[in-house]
């Protein structure tokens, strides 16, 4: 690819995975993304509780790494104090330290990234990308987004990948951050239950590598409870899904409650299984990301390092 400017919407894993390879190769690169900072799905939310910061991972909870080239990448994050392992999670289980966007921040701070920058459409243009408010021609254009996002971009100029994104729709799931003044009288530190369940997954944040001394959990309902309740308003889901959770630990185990918060993933976890990334060299636009993979953060950062390597003729 003889291109020298690329523009890259979407500055999750998979975006900066792609910008790492094409970076290191020459290209200029400049990611776009509408959230406020680094992180993506894997972020941690942080909040005041009365002068003491706390932080909640509201999206990915941990990681596995199962590819060679992803677990000397995780092991190099290691090495820097980046990630740890979380063994309550399974025995292959990966945090990020001091929260899960600790590894998403260092990939980001290697790049020129423009955060609060939501990209709804694109313009091609005597064969240049027209891209961000001020409409910056590039050569190629990478779009690194959930899937229901990536079609709309895609539709205009390669419709056959826009089917391809409308066929694999992600799930939701709505998530509690709770902390609380005392530790809660369990002895699991995280459980999973059914997809259909206000609980599909539940965790001492807390106990994971690196975080501060307050008490806090995270539960995340089931995609299917959360498809049932996606336009819930926030307030009644936090109740809903802290009742859930008193009713799993017992009456008793739930001390008084410091702060609690709902978020709303709409697109939480991909459909996918075994998609390569997307890319059409005449236009020179392509697609990345977990739906061109499978619902895991590895299969994001490979599929971003995948197609760095179609773009690059590798």
């Known amino acids: 690819m003889k291109t020298r400017t690329i523009a890259i919407v979407g500055a999750g894993i998979a975006g900066l995975s792609c910008a790492d390879r094409l970076a290191a190769a020459g290209h200029a690169v400049r990611l776009f993304d509408k959230g406020r900072g680094p992180g993506g799905r894997m972020s941690t939310r ?16 941990y990681f596995t790494a199962r590819d060679e080239e992803f677990l000397e990448q995780v092991l190099r994050w290691e090495a820097d104090g980046l990630v740890a392992r979380w063994p309550p999670a399974g025995d292959d289980a990966w945090v990020g330290v001091p929260g899960m966007s600790a590894p998403v921040r260092a990939l980001a701070d290697r790049h020129a990234v423009e955060w609060n920058a939501a990209v709804v459409s694109v313009v091609r243009q005597d064969g240049r990308w027209l891209v961000g408010a001020d409409a910056r021609p590039f050569d190629a254009l990478v779009v690194a987004v959930p899937a229901e996002q990536a079609a709309p971009l895609l539709r205009p100029f390669l419709p056959a990948f826009a089917a391809e994104a409308d066929h694999l729709p992600s799930r939701p799931c709505w998530t509690l951050l709770a902390a609380f003044d005392a530790p809660l009288a369990v002895g699991a530190d995280c459980w999973r239950g059914g997809d259909e369940d206000a609980i599909g997954w539940a965790a001492r944040n807390s106990a994971k590598p690196g975080r501060g001394p307050a008490e806090t959990w995270v539960v995340q309902a089931g995609a299917g409870w959360s498809a049932r309740h996606l336009e819930d308003d926030r307030e009644g889901v936090a109740d809903a899904l802290l009742a859930a959770l008193r009713d799993a630990v017992g009456p008793t185990a739930l001390p008084p409650l410091r702060y609690r918060a709902a978020h709303r993933w709409r697109y939480a976890r991909t459909t996918a299984q075994g998609c390569r990334p997307l890319w059409d060299e005449i236009v020179r636009m392509g697609a990345c990301g977990d739906w061109r993979g499978a619902p895991r953060v590895e299969a994001a950062w490979l599929s971003g390092a995948a197609l760095a390597a179609m773009m690059l003729g590798g």
Request: proline share 6%; net charge negative; aromatic share 6%.
């Open 46 to 61: 942080r909040v005041d509780m009365g002068g003491e910061p706390v932080g909640f991972d509201h999206g990915a909870q």
